[in-house]
């Protein structure tokens, strides 16, 4: 695996894996929507000037154009944030990729709070339940550089349309570059068996780490899993941390309604019924701020998840 840690931003991470990927397939394209300047798009624009294509602020016509690049044999990427990249273009992925069976790849950056000055119209927080809605789509929000390399290397390979939920700013490296990251296995990062935090994306997975450190000095417990693969969810890990610890925490930046804690809820109801509790937007828009503000006014915070397992053990 290649050594992520040389980026300085997420946006690099995931620009970089298809960089490279591309030198080795021919058929892959890349299609923005007037944000490559926001994304970084432009090293591949550098690279592959024949193989990139701005279509302008026109989300759902770019979803189009990839449908049919895809229906001719071509591989596309396409970027936009992921208000638009979800809700804009909805019905172009859903029927001209999803319902024709063609292979697309959708980065939508800047899910949720980390949208942060473009406030509440560009915060997607029903992002990957429309996503879910769409059979065969992967969805996968890694939680730091190497894992977003990797992870996005992985989508290409695996042949199914993807949809990769990332930050464009900042950095978190938690994984090393021989770690073992595999598409639709989470990683739990701590072994605990009073309560298991089950989180998505480095916003939530840095919150559940610092978390477990302040209920460690409690007294208690906790399994901390990264959940990187939303689609397919990995039924197997979270069995195994919910026969464990008989407490589960789901923690997301997005809404309840179609999430990663829906559908979680949804599975274990079925298999292994345990106490639960969620952490999410719940029933609200998104506004302008910092990522430090939203994330307190959120509750998206190691503070936030200490209350919401002490409320669940007991």
Do not use: W
């Amino acid at each position: 695996m290649k050594d992520a840690h040389v980026f300085s931003h997420y946006k690099e991470a995931v620009i970089g894996a298809i960089v490279d990927l591309a030198a080795e397939h021919k058929d892959i394209v890349f299609l923005d929507a007037d944000l490559s300047s926001c994304i970084g798009s432009t090293a591949f624009q550098k690279a592959y000037p024949d193989r990139f294509f701005n279509c302008g602020i026109a989300e759902a016509n770019m979803a189009g154009v990839a449908a049919g690049l895809a229906s001719m044999g071509f591989t596309p990427f396409i970027h936009s944030f992921g208000c638009f990249a979800s809700r804009r273009d909805y019905d172009q992925l859903f029927i001209s990729v999803g319902y024709t069976h063609q292979t697309v790849h959708v980065i939508g950056s800047d899910p949720g709070i980390t949208a942060q000055y473009n406030g509440g119209t560009h915060m997607p927080f029903e992002d990957i339940a429309l996503f879910r809605q769409i059979p065969g789509f992967v969805i996968v929000e890694p939680s730091d550089a190497q894992s977003l390399y990797s992870l996005t290397q992985q989508v290409y390979a695996n042949g199914h349309s993807s949809y990769i939920r990332t930050p464009r700013k900042g950095i978190v490296y938690r994984y090393d570059p021989d770690a073992e990251i595999v598409l639709g296995k989470g990683i739990e990062l701590l072994d605990g068996e009073d309560v298991a935090i089950i989180a998505t994306g480095a916003l939530m997975v840095d919150a559940a780490m610092g978390a477990a450190e302040l209920l460690k000095a409690k007294g208690i417990k906790a399994t901390v899993v990264d959940l990187h693969t939303v689609r397919p969810l990995d039924t197997e890990l979270i069995d195994k941390v919910a026969a464990r610890t008989g407490h589960v925490l789901v923690c997301e930046n997005g809404r309840y309604c179609g999430g990663v804690g829906e559908m979680i809820a949804g599975h274990l109801v079925q298999s292994n019924p345990v106490k639960m509790s969620f952490l999410n937007v719940g029933e609200r828009f998104g506004e302008v701020g910092n990522l430090k503000y939203l994330s307190q006014a959120f509750g998206f915070n190691a503070e936030t998840i200490v209350s919401k397992v002490e409320a669940l053990l007991k």
